[in-house]
Structure formats: structure tokens, C-alpha cells
């Protein structure tokens, strides 16, 4: 993770990614922009990966970054079609992939969707660029004969994770529901790592064969299976520590993130001690 990155994300997990916080970073870096179709492309970099979808009828986006980086996704969008963006799709309310929505709106009549949990949340935070449209289960968005399905499986990440499913292109955006350096159990917005599980079986069942995760590259339907398996051998680890008797300082001391590939980076281990309550449930 680059250092603009950390401190932005520092800013946008603390509420404070308003146009006064951002004054005090230096622009953003550039992105790199990741062919996975002719018509499908990512945008790896500063904040989650966005996904740009070009039609005859217009451009669909998944996620937005941080809001300093709408010009750089804008410019992105427009050099591969000169098609309107017509919708903006986000996978959860975290400020690394709804920066950008406000910034977005202001450049086009551009709709934006997303979990009605996501929705409330960033009403709730005040966060800018609410989107328009919020759905339960899941909704579908078909331009130029081409569709996104944004899909709900249960609690994960967060209580508001989509997953977005391109039948087309048997590709999906997982949003934070996969991010490559370790999971982040965002247990004040609703996360949930014993329905994580659940969640990315629902999401394995579809008929897919590249993913795109909420951080870091592109990979393949047997990446997000391993992760899955992860996701339910940390549960396991903690569940096993408590049932020795470790208190959760303790626990959460002991728990040990080596085996299952992952950075002991800062934000699973400020997920540990909720992950010991949970197990505890
Ligand atoms: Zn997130």
C-alpha cells in the first residue's frame, strides 16, 4: 500500500476525508488501468479497484476510490468511450469506494446504486454522494444489451456488501468481501466473519471465472475458494484460543495470522477482538 493510500484511508476510516482533510495531501498517484475485456477494464491504485464497463449506450462503474481521484477515473472512463456515464454502482459505504461518488454526480447525471445498508450508513455518516437507489437483495442493470447483476449474500465485510456479478463476462467484483492482503471485519458497520463465510459460498456458486477484488489484482474463481476456506480457518483460530480459556487480550495476542497468508496489518487486528466476541455468540 502506498503511503497516499495509508493516509488517505487513514482519513476516510476516521470520518474526516472532507475537502479540508484532502488539502492536506499531495495529489494522488497515478493509476494503472488493467485491461480484462475489450469492453472491461480496472482501475488499480489509490483506494479500492473500480471496475469500467463501456456499452453502446454508456459506461457502468463499480466503486470510486477517494474523491481526489474523480479526475483521474473520469479521464479513465472517457478515453475508453465518449458514451455518458449512466450508472455507478458501489459494493459497501467505505470512503476508499464511495469517495468518489459526489465528485462523480457533479460531472454527469450519473445514477449511483447501492445496499440499502450501505445507503443508510452513509446517510447516517454524513458521507457525500449518497446514492440515489438502494436495494435489498439485489438489482440488475442492463445497457447496450449488456448486464450487471449487484447482488446481497449476507453480512461479511459489512451488513451492505454487494457483489457484482457480469454474466457476460463470467467476472466479479467482490468489493472489501476480498481483499488480497487480509480481510477487514468492519464490525462497527455490521461485519460479520462467521456469515463471511456464507456469503462467499453464495457468491462461488455463480457462474464465474475472474475476479476482481475490492484490493489488489485481478485473480481467478479458485483464489476467491482459498480465500473463503481463510476466512473460515481465522474463525476457526479464534474460536479454538477461546474454547482454551484466553481471555480476549490474550487471544487476541496469540492469534496468529502467518498461516493463513496475511499480513498482521492493522486493520484485521482491529477486527480480533471483535472476531473473539463473535466466535464467543
Ligand atoms: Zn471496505
Known amino acids: 500500500m502506498n503511503l497516499w493510500n495509508t493516509r488517505a484511508l487513514g482519513l476516510a476510516l476516521a470520518g474526516l476525508a472532507g475537502a479540508l482533510a484532502w488539502s492536506q495531501l499531495p495529489p494522488p498517484p497515478p493509476l494503472n488501468l488493467i485491461k480484462i475485456a475489450d469492453d472491461l477494464h480496472m482501475l488499480e491504485g489509490s483506494g479500492g479497484n473500480v471496475a469500467l464497463l463501456t456499452t453502446s449506450e454508456g459506461t457502468i462503474i463499480v466503486d470510486d476510490k477517494f474523491a481526489p ?51 443508510d450508513r452513509m446517510i447516517k455518516g454524513a458521507m457525500p454522494g449518497v446514492p440515489r437507489i438502494g436495494y435489498r437483495d439485489g438489482i440488475t442493470v442492463g445497457l447496450g444489451g449488456v448486464e450487471v447483476r449487484a447482488m446481497h449474500f449476507g453480512r461479511g465485510h459489512t451488513d451492505g456488501d454487494a457483489v457484482v456479478f457480469l454474466p457476460k463476462h463470467r467476472v466479479v467484483h467482490m468489493g472489501d468481501l476480498y481483499s488480497v492482503a487480509g480481510p477487514f471485519i468492519d464490525y462497527s458497520s455490521g461485519g460479520s466473519a462467521l456469515e463471511w463465510v456464507s456469503t462467499l459460498d453464495g457468491a462461488l456458486a455463480l457462474d464465474f471465472d475472474t475476479v476482481i477484488p475490492g484490493h489488489g489484482p485481478v485473480l481467478k474463481k479458485a483464489d476467491l475458494r482459498e480465500y473463503r476456506n481463510k476466512i473460515a480457518a481465522m474463525a476457526k483460530q479464534m474460536k479454538d484460543l477461546r474454547s482454551k480459556g484466553l481471555s480476549k487480550d490474550d487471544a487476541v495476542k496469540a492469534f496468529d495470522p502467518k498461516p493463513l497468508g496475511w499480513e498482521p496489518g492493522r486493520l484485521l487486528a482491529r477486527a480480533l477482538p471483535g472476531l473473539y466476541d463473535e466466535v464467543g455468540k
Open 69 to 119: 481521484n474523480v479526475p483521474q477515473i473520469y479521464e479513465a472512463a472517457k478515453k475508453l468511450s465518449d458514451k455518458p456515464i449512466r450508472y455507478l454502482l458501489n459494493t459497501h459505504h467505505h470512503g476508499d469506494h464511495t469517495g468518489g461518488n459526489a465528485g462523480m454526480m457533479a460531472k454527469e447525471p450519473t445514477e449511483i446504486l447501492a445496499h440499502a445498508n450501505a445507503r
